[in-house]
């Protein structure tokens, strides 16, 4: 290779010459220095590049990269996309780093039923109605709770505590929420603050609460809303410990039960798979028809419960629950002191 700098012309015999022997001849603008500066970054990225590098997904947990960077002993891991696509690039000191985000705990208390990775994050405040299950934090948090019907309640007394009022769209979703979780306030759980919130709501919202929910049990009362079966059992899917055996107990409210027995085999075989994916001691579906205020619970997993449950057994795998509408209140308590037996 032959470099011309500065922009001066080349004899044409210069080229001829440079032709024969196979040299090229490349002319530049730039003086000599600046050519040669140039030069020495024209390396091509491969023959300087590691080719494999330690790469991670954007989606993956915290500890994996920890994990990634600990153990492999690379400087670097790779933040990549789903396509491929290099989002960032962590070190070791990246692990010093805080993190951007926090956890408000909303409607649980346990970390066990809370987003993926929710323990490797700061947890600043808890607004729930459940039973008390939550590990220790590092700092003292807000933490509200009430033995309501819903957190939704508890969520329109912290607007009303600091003299705001929500708009009708936000007042409309905590009323629906109410109707919800209390059966349009038939469920033993229902207390008269719910009652009083929702009246507030009401007027906010510029809805009728009966009518609302009807119309709400109207529209999803049924199986055959959800995609599969596997989808009816996790919506409403919360898992619970008891002397060191966990359980997993999912609750759908229905108009009548004809829907359910046409999919009770699709709905067992999901049971199924969801207790051996979470190693539980046994998943079970509370099936509620708000028409007659009772429920049929679909087990599996423990065989021996049907000597314990003190309720009709239908068949196998499935009881009557004349009466029992709420999960929170009665059913898991009951399951509770079952496991405490065992």
Not at 66 to 87: D, I, M, N, P, Y
Not at 184 to 202: G, H, M, N, Q, Y
């Amino acid at each position: 290779m032959l470099v011309i700098t500065g922009g001066h012309p080349v004899d044409p015999d210069v080229l001829d010459y440079a032709r024969r022997q196979g040299v090229g001849v490349l002319i530049t603008p730039h003086d000599t220095a600046t050519a040669a500066w140039l030069t020495r970054l024209s390396t091509p990225v491969s023959l300087v590049a590691e080719g494999k590098v330690v790469t991670i997904g954007t989606g993956e947990p915290l500890y994996k990269l920890r994990q990634k960077l600990l153990v492999s002993g690379e400087a670097a891991v790779f933040a990549v996309e789903e396509g491929g696509t290099l989002a960032g690039v962590a070190t070791k000191s990246s692990l010093l780093a805080p993190l951007p985000f926090a956890l408000i705990l909303v409607d649980h208390n346990e970390t066990g039923q809370a987003v993926p990775g929710a323990d490797a994050v700061e947890i600043i405040e808890v607004i729930d109605h459940h039973k008390l299950g939550n590990s220790h934090s590092d700092t003292p948090i807000p933490f509200f709770t009430a033995p309501v019907g819903s957190t939704c309640t508890l969520v329109a007394m912290r607007y009303r505590d600091s003299g705001l009022e929500p708009d009708r769209h936000m007042a409309s979703l905590l009323l629906a929420g109410i109707l919800s979780d209390t059966v349009i306030f038939k469920s033993p759980t229902t207390t008269a603050l719910d009652r009083e919130v929702a009246r507030w709501l009401e007027s906010v919202a510029k809805l009728d609460a009966s009518a609302f929910g009807n119309e709400i049990f109207a529209a999803s009362s049924s199986l055959r809303a959800y995609p599969s079966a596997r989808d009816a059992v996790t919506a409403d899917f919360k898992i619970f410990s008891q002397e060191g055996k966990t359980i997993g107990i999912g609750q759908v409210e229905v108009v009548g039960f004809q829907d359910f027995y046409e999919m009770k085999a699709d709905l067992l075989t999901a049971l199924t798979e969801l207790r051996l994916k979470d190693d539980l001691f046994f998943a079970g579906l509370m099936v509620t028809d708000i028409t007659t205020e009772s429920s049929l619970f679909l087990v599996e997993g423990y065989t021996r419960i049907a000597h314990f449950m003190n309720y009709p057994q239908l068949e196998p795998h499935l009881f009557e629950l004349k009466g029992v509408m709420s999960r929170k209140k009665q059913m898991v308590p009951h399951l509770l002191r079952i496991l405490a037996k065992q």
